[in-house]
């Protein structure tokens, strides 16, 4: 009788032994997914980097990871950049070399190459309070991002057409080709619109606190004699807004805590 109870305690040890290790198991693979998927199909705007922390200053350094392709993409400054990745167990994560757009950009504040080479010397990273650390070995953090600002909000994807400039009413002159008007595009932060001339474009980065920069701004080089638009006025506006304030469908750029340098209201299309 005391052989079969043995047993029987036995099995019943065994049994509940073998639940328990696929229960830890199924709870270690579905932290892993769960980590996978709070770095993956997210925009990281740069944060620090060696230590430092960035400014934005118009500057849109950001990256994100596709799960369906694992492709990275990116904008580290000035130039975009692309390539693949892989995600492991234990946080680890590894890119493949990054291929670099060639434009030119003088003004830029940071060297381009280091941001690159975040990417080449990580090997694994770390989430703490919603900021993403991307790292090598044990060592500091090569560089910190956190979420951007994209398709919730109430700016983006939008036609903004212009209402007031400096204060003053804009109207738009009969042999004008169309409204003055600014667009912010989800994909990949890209600005377009039209100044009274020429069409513009550019890049955007959203931040915490209705901050925004503006960055890269170009027009065509279109002459148009007989359309009485400053558009230089108009592209300063760009320049010098890091904040904006939406009541309903009215936009207003700001500058700091200043009047508005421009007013914008929503027009819907049909």
């Known amino acids: ?15 509940m032994s073998c639940n328990l290790g696929k229960k830890t198991t199924t709870e270690t693979n579905s932290k892993n997914s769960s980590e996978k998927m709070s770095i993956e199909n997210t925009k990281w705007i740069l944060n620090s980097f060696e230590g430092e922390n960035i400014q934005a200053n118009g500057q849109a350094i950001y990256f994100s990871l596709d799960s369906k392709t694992n492709r990275i993409s990116g904008n580290s400054g000035c130039n975009t950049f692309m390539g693949t990745y892989k995600l492991e167990e234990n946080n680890s994560i590894s890119f493949t070399k990054l291929a670099l757009t060639r434009m030119m950009c003088p003004d830029i504040a940071i060297n381009e190459s280091k ?38 909000n109430q700016i983006v994807e939008k036609y903004w057409k212009l209402k007031t400039l400096e204060g003053k009413d804009i109207k738009m002159a009969d042999n004008q080709e169309r409204e003055i008007f600014f667009t912010l595009k989800t994909d990949e932060n890209r600005v377009t619109g039209f100044a009274g001339c020429n069409a513009i474009s550019g890049d955007y980065t959203l931040e915490d606190g209705n901050r925004i920069r503006f960055k890269n701004m170009a027009t065509t080089l279109m002459a148009c004699p007989d359309v009485d638009v400053n558009e230089s006025d108009f592209l300063k ?14 936009l207003s750029l700001n500058a700091g805590r200043r009047a508005p340098l421009a007013v914008f209201e929503a027009v819907y299309m049909q």
């Open 1 to 15: 009788m005391k052989t079969k109870i043995f047993l029987f305690s036995l099995l019943a040890t065994t049994i």
């Open 237 to 250: 506006i760009f320049e010098l807004t890091d904040n904006y304030t939406i009541n309903n469908d009215v």
């Open 115 to 152: 941001v690159i080479s975040i990417f080449e010397l990580a090997d694994n990273f770390t989430i703490t309070n919603g900021e993403l650390a991307l790292n090598k070995a044990k060592m500091a953090p090569l560089a910190t991002f956190k979420k951007a600002i994209t398709s919730n």
